[in-house]
């Protein structure tokens, strides 16, 4: 859905031209992509973004559906995060989107609004789509005015990756319902011991702000718009920039030389604001040890999470709608899948995938522990509603804050500009 410091969201903003294959998708109907065969089998369109190891995991799945349905082909295409959705606005504006694709829930309601994407619940109805199985409140994240447009296919919550070798050896110990006064003296207590800047870069994640905000009483997103005004935003990155002057927030000169790696797995800070499935990352790129802290809290108890979720899509324009409910059924349910996917995407969001998969790594174990716990806690709400621009929104939030933070535009003018994009954003 999600992700705010994730390397594929880092070049959202890159200018890229749309690939051949996007020309070259193979037989198509009038009606959104998929085609037929005089026997009955029909093809129908798998896109998605993501590395190759996530590619290869996929395909490893659509064999197994293609065995249990062998009159369903899928043809298949992904790409990185960037290249994936400047391929899916061009194909969603000629009329040719894929019949099933990943999503998150920044895209729902701006695709929604142009009649893209299919209301699932007619294949519930139909028996072509089971919503239970599921974990407590994962299907509401696919969930817009009471469409269900999109099934979901892992979860993750936000959560605090550190380094957990530095914070040791700054005797810093983390503990749930930390508040953030707590959590920066930490970060100053860790640079101060260590000369190692406490954080990355916390600032410019839309994500973590709105927990902030939520915590607070209001949150980044309404229905319709912002939820918060300009003295909000400006007291928040004016609090950040402080810190970076300061030394506990990476120098984000830094941040920038160490893309794609991550300033906290390169040895540059001792902790990251990120999706909790994300921790994987960081123990591949790094030599540390890291591992999950909980989210800072304005009063001690309320941290302002929620699930976020990737999840399966379909087109309002495929020829196979049928066809479409099962597979994603299937993707979403079936035991074996799940096995194979593990947390790529996500804590597994249906219970039968969930209970099938046993992760053995330390990495994987922390995670499944971290969202359990954080469920038991009690402390887990609604996903903030994502209006029409949200992405667009996010991709402003994280430049612009950059842009800031370098010292490139004052904290007021980036400030002006960021809800100047935003308004232009809402009404595209």
Not at 158 to 186: C, N, R, S
Request: net charge neutral; aromatic share 10%; charged share 25%.
């Amino acid at each position: 859905m999600g992700t705010s410091r994730n390397v594929e969201r880092r070049t959202i903003l890159k200018a890229a031209g749309v690939s051949a294959a996007a020309l070259g998708l193979g037989a198509t109907t009038a009606c959104g992509g998929g085609s037929g065969s005089g026997d009955g089998t029909v093809t129908i369109r798998y896109s998605w973004w993501g590395a190759d190891e996530r590619a290869k995991k996929i395909n490893q799945t659509i064999k197994l559906f293609e065995k249990k349905y062998p009159k369903i082909k899928v043809k298949t295409d992904f790409q990185d995060y960037q290249s994936f959705w400047e391929k899916f606005q061009t194909q969603a504006a000629g009329g040719n989107p894929p019949d099933v694709f990943q999503n998150a829930v920044g895209f729902l309601r701006k695709y929604d609004k142009r009649g893209i994407l299919l209301d699932l619940n007619s294949q519930v109805k139909a028996g072509n789509l089971s919503l239970d199985h599921f974990r407590a409140g994962v299907t509401k994240v696919g969930e817009v005015d009471g469409k269900q447009l999109g099934v979901p296919v892992g979860s993750n919550t936000m959560a605090l990756v550190i380094d957990k070798k530095v914070f040791e050896k700054a005797g810093v110990d983390p503990q749930t319902g930390w508040t953030w006064d707590e959590y920066f003296k930490a970060l100053k207590t860790i640079h101060d011991k260590t000369k190692i800047a406490g954080d990355t870069g916390y600032f410019s994640i839309m994500y973590l702000y709105d927990l902030y905000l939520r915590q607070n009483g209001k949150a980044f997103f309404t229905k319709e718009g912002l939820g918060f005004d300009q003295a909000d935003l400006t007291e928040w990155w004016q609090d950040g920039y402080s810190r970076v002057k300061a030394g506990i927030v990476t120098d984000p000169k830094i941040v920038a030389q160490d893309q794609p790696k991550s300033s906290l797995s390169s040895g540059h800070a001792a902790s990251e604001f990120t999706w909790d499935n994300f921790t994987v990352r960081y123990s591949a790129e790094g030599t540390s040890t890291y591992g999950l802290g909980p989210i800072p809290t304005t009063d001690g108890k309320n941290t302002g999470q929620y699930l976020a979720s990737l999840m399966l899509s379909a087109s309002a324009r495929t020829a196979h709608p049928k066809e479409v409910a099962q597979f994603i059924d299937f993707m979403v349910h079936d035991p074996e899948v799940g096995t194979i996917m593990g947390y790529d995407r996500g804590i597994l969001a249906s219970t039968e995938q969930y209970a099938a998969f046993k992760p053995t790594d330390a990495v994987s174990k922390e995670i499944a522990q971290y969202e359990d716990d954080t469920a038991k806690a009690g402390v887990l709400g609604t996903i903030t509603p994502h209006p029409s621009g949200a992405d667009t929104i996010e991709a402003a939030f994280l430049r612009i804050g950059g842009d800031m933070s370098q010292g490139k535009t004052k904290v007021s003018d980036a400030v002006k500009q960021f809800f100047s994009e935003s308004e232009a954003a809402f009404q595209a």
